[in-house]
């Protein structure tokens, strides 16, 4: 994953790209689909670009739009 500036951003889990029921995508440290907790995440407004390259993914986001927060994802959240 990488910044606006193409630097490299390591969080402590691997990130993953989702894509929530209303259309919009985002990128989370964690398994939110598994009920479980999550660090970093950021969303929609934020993911500049995402693609697959050679099988890869690759993300590139607004490093300033990451947000840290621990929760508990439910399936009738709001997110």
Known sequence: MADQNNNRISWGLTPVLYKCK???????????????????YVTEGGIIDAATVEGVGV???????????HLLYREDDEH
């Open 59 to 69: 993300l590139k986001i607004n490093k300033s739009l990451v947000l840290t927060r």
């Open 22 to 40: 209303c259309g919009d995508r985002f990128i989370s440290e964690g398994s939110p689909e598994a009920d479980g907790v999550i660090g970093n």
